[in-house]
Antibody
Framework: QVTLKESGPALVKPTQTLTLTCSFS??????????VSWIRQPPGKALEWLAR???????FYSPSLKTRLTISKDTSKNQVVLTMTNMDPVDTATYYC???????????WGQGTTVTVSS | DIQMTQSPSSLSASVGDRVTITCQAS??????LNWFQQKPGKAPKLLIY???NLETGVPSRFSGSGSGTDFTFTITSLQPEDIATYYC?????????FGQGTKVEIK
């Protein structure tokens, strides 16, 4: 069974750096074709894709956030980490990680973690 | 970025009704389109991948069709548990982009 779970601070101050961890089980990011993405959803708004990391350590970012995002993986721990610098209140959202399976679809999602940016 | 435009933004239908949602891409995305269901307070759930393929375990009343720029998502007989917001998402080009969502309610 594939599961993912996001963790990180619920509250960050403006200008701070956010670090989120996606811990997963049921698959390995060292397996060819496996990928993990981060997606966020501001309250009451649509989903926004943020970043993706592949089994071969290729990394892809949303162009609008590219300068602020870093995605990395620790295959031995089955974790993917997303950092976002210079947080702003507009970054308040629920952040999800999702596995991308062989169909290239985000087929299993974590429950999400809510991050509020406020002083 | 490829823009994904869903319509309608919301709809109200009766149990048993056929419900149709459309999604238009700003450029040709072949069939690189997925559909997700999101219930309030929950994570999105993959229903349809590659425009028309039903994800394992998803009821057959859900279906998808289309290619190029125009896509359709259908619930053949709306059930009370289908109350949710539905999103299309393209993966032809990075950045992957979602439609704005269609909220489905029971009349």
């Amino acid at each position: 069974q594939v599961t993912l779970k996001e963790s990180g601070p619920a509250l960050v101050k403006p200008t701070q750096t956010l670090t989120l961890t996606c811990s997963f089980s049921g698959f390995s990011l060292s397996t060819i074709g496996m990928r993990v993405s981060w997606i966020r959803q501001p309250p009451g708004k649509a989903l926004e894709w943020l970043a993706r990391i592949d089994w071969d350590d290729d990394k892809f970012y949303s162009p609008s956030l590219k300068t602020r995002l870093t995605i990395s993986k620790d295959t031995s721990k089955n974790q993917v980490v997303l950092t976002m610098t210079n947080m702003d209140p507009v970054d308040t959202a629920t952040y999800y990680c999702a596995r991308i399976g062989m169909t290239f679809a985000m087929d299993v999602w974590g429950q999400g973690t809510t991050v509020t940016v406020s002083s | 970025d490829i823009q994904m435009t869903q319509s309608p933004s919301s709809l109200s239908a009766s149990v048993g009704d056929r419900v149709t949602i459309t999604c238009q891409a700003s450029q040709d995305i072949t069939n690189y389109l997925n559909w997700f269901q999101q219930k309030p307070g929950k994570a999105p759930k993959l229903l349809i991948y590659d425009a028309s393929n039903l994800e394992t375990g998803v009821p057959s009343r859900f279906s998808g069709s289309g290619s190029g720029t125009d896509f359709t998502f259908t619930i053949t007989s709306l059930q009370p548990e289908d109350i949710a917001t539905y999103y299309c998402q393209q993966y032809d080009n990075l950045p992957w982009t979602f439609g704005q969502g269609t909220k489905v309610e029971i009349k």
